[in-house]
């Protein structure tokens, strides 16, 4: 598949099929993941594959400490977001609206339980940095995911970023056993596309270039 297809084609699936996925798979994705570029080429990054009934255990203790404090999927925004991005992430939202209708699930609870479940993946991958790090860094797992997502995608597999992880971090981090110098920067769902499911049908759309492209010459 040629890269520009698999740009065109990536979107965030929210709907997986139960079937496991085989670990040379994974391998063969995470091959590409650490072939993104990193500043000084230092690859702050370390990534947990979990699956299985440990993926559930998972799963499980992310709904509970959701249900307990209610921290949700936000933006992470410092202040109010002015009417153009705001009215970018209404669009969003509306176009998953006539599937959750479709389903009888409101968006609130359909997004942050989803995202605490990674929508019922068979996988979930959780990308850390090393705390040595400044938050400049952070831009080296965003490549990264770009990579993730787009490597899978072109392997026949869906992703969900999940950053409503991070939120409840020290949960995580207990259950996993992951060092306290390594920052928990946020979660991954993977798996085969249900593409059956009225949630995978609709793809976001992108403020036109004019809005995000400007030119000084
Ligand atoms: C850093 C980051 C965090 C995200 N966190 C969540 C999340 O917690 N739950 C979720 O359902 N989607 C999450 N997403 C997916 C975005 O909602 C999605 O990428 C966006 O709406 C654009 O849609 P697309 O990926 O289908 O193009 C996240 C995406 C990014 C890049």
Known sequence: M?????????????????????????EEVFQQVIQAPSALNLQPWEFIVVSGEEKERLSRLLLKSYQERKISCSPG???????????????????????????????????NEGSCRFYDAPV?????????FSS???????????????????????TCPIGLVAAYEDQVREFLNIPGDW??????????????SPIN???????PLGKVLRWFD
Do not use: W
Not at 12 to 17: E, G, L, P, Q
Not at 124 to 132: E, F, L, Q
Not at 136 to 157: E, F, K, P
């Open 201 to 207: 049908r609709s793809k976001t759309p992108r403020a």
């Open 2 to 26: 040629k890269l520009d297809q698999v740009i065109a084609e990536r979107k965030s699936i929210r709907a997986f099929k139960k079937d496991p996925i085989p670990r040379e798979l994974i």
């Open 77 to 111: 925004a410092k202040g109010p977001l002015p009417t153009e991005l705001s009215s970018r992430g209404e669009q969003s939202v509306a176009t998953l609206k006539p599937a959750l209708d479709e389903l009888g699930l409101s968006f609130d609870a359909f997004i």
């Open 183 to 196: 920052e928990i920067v946020l979660g991954v769902a993977l798996g085969y596309p249900d593409r059956s």
């Open 124 to 132: 979930a991958i959780i990308c850390c940095m090393n705390k040595i």
């Open 136 to 158: 400049r860094q952070y831009l080296c797992i965003g490549v990264a995911l770009g990579y993730l997502t787009l490597a899978a995608h072109a392997r026949g597999l869906g």
